[in-house]
Every structure is written in structure tokens, then in C-alpha cells.
Nanobody
Framework: QVQVVESGGGLVQPGGSLRLSCAAS????????MAWYRQAPGKQRELVAS???????NYADSVKGRFTISRDKVKNTVYLQMNSLKPEDTAVYYC?????????WGQGTQVTVSS
């Protein structure tokens, strides 16, 4: 019933910025937790940032000070503003949405940071 759709990925130069968006549609309930994960080739999927229904946030040490997660509770949409991007940020970024009884993953959006 719930569909998670991501957008905003692409190719940027080092030092550039991107804003990712993820909308969880098809639910009348508000998500408890929304988060962004990423997975680089040959690596495990890792948590980048998360935000709760109480707007508590946490970030991976590697992105602190550069990335900002935010959400629209009414639209069940989560955003990830990524600034000062580095080549090591290159990965497929996945949206995670947690409801009361089930969780969902987005399809992933590619972020490539390269000259």
C-alpha cells in the first residue's frame, strides 16, 4: 500500500550540493522514523542520517556538519540536504520509513561526486 519514492540524486563535483527527497505515499498514518542510508560498491549499507517523529536527529560522523536531514510530517516526506560533497560520499542512497507496524525501503538514488 505504501510507496516510497526518492529523487534528487545525480552527478556533482566535489564541494557541490544536492538535495535528496523521499516521499512515502499511500498511508494515512505519519511515519515514526525516517532515515537515509547509503551503500557504496563493495560496502555494507550504512546509516547516514535519521529523524524521528519528535524531530530528533542523528548523523554519521562522516557527514556531520555537511548534511542536514529534515521532514514534512504531513506529507511523510524526508529530505537530505548534502553540502560540501566529497568523492567518498558517492553511493546509492536509500530512504527508510518506519511506521507503527511495518517499515519500507526506497528503490535508491545514485549520488556520484566526481570531477
Amino acid at each position: 500500500q505504501v510507496q516510497v519514492v526518492e529523487s534528487g540524486g545525480g552527478l556533482v563535483q566535489p564541494g557541490g550540493s544536492l538535495r535528496l527527497s523521499c516521499a512515502a505515499s499511500g498511508s494515512i498514518f505519519s511515519a515514526y522514523t525516517m532515515a537515509w542510508y547509503r551503500q557504496a560498491p563493495g560496502k555494507q549499507r550504512e546509516l547516514v542520517a535519521s529523524i524521528t517523529s519528535g524531530r530528533s536527529t542523528n548523523y554519521a560522523d562522516s557527514v556531520k556538519g555537511r548534511f542536514t536531514i529534515s521532514r514534512d510530517k504531513v506529507k511523510n516526506t524526508v529530505y537530505l540536504q548534502m553540502n560540501s560533497l566529497k568523492p567518498e560520499d558517492t553511493a546509492v542512497y536509500y530512504c527508510y520509513v518506519r511506521f507503527t507496524s511495518r517499515d519500507y525501503w526506497g528503490q535508491g538514488t545514485q549520488v556520484t561526486v566526481s570531477s
